[in-house]
């Protein structure tokens, strides 16, 4: 089954029955439970999706599955996606707390194997143009006062 945790409103027929603990009592039930957002722009959402299932009831474990191994079984990729084991595609993060929390975030990103640079651009950007005093000194040929 694949839901949006947050879906708890019926938009149509087939959602009547929608509500915030779907995931929880599907999963509960046996049924294989995959987390989405249903809009490609909204994957960044991803984690905070899980972790309001995880507050209406699922367990950390099977949310995880929801995001990782489930769907890579789904769409026949779990011979080499989906979880850290040998032979397998390594692509994962080490968060500084509970990655389902908002308030966490990456420490260590690896994908395929090799570790990933977590500094963007506007970080770069920000260390350059912290001090501002000394970009406009040096523009107008300013001296300190």
Known sequence: MILDPLSNLPASFSSVHA???NAAILSAAGVTVIISTFEA???HNLRQLAGNAVASGLSQRAALRALSLEPATA???AQNYGLLAPGKVANFC?????PFELGTWATEVVVRGSPTELRSRQDLLFERYRDLS??????AGLSKP
Do not use: E, I, L
């Open 41 to 43: 722009h909204g994957a």
């Open 94 to 98: 080490v968060w500084n707390g509970d």
């Open 75 to 77: 769409f026949g990729m």
């Open 19 to 21: 509500r915030r603990d």
């Open 134 to 139: 000394k970009v406009t000194r040096g523009r």
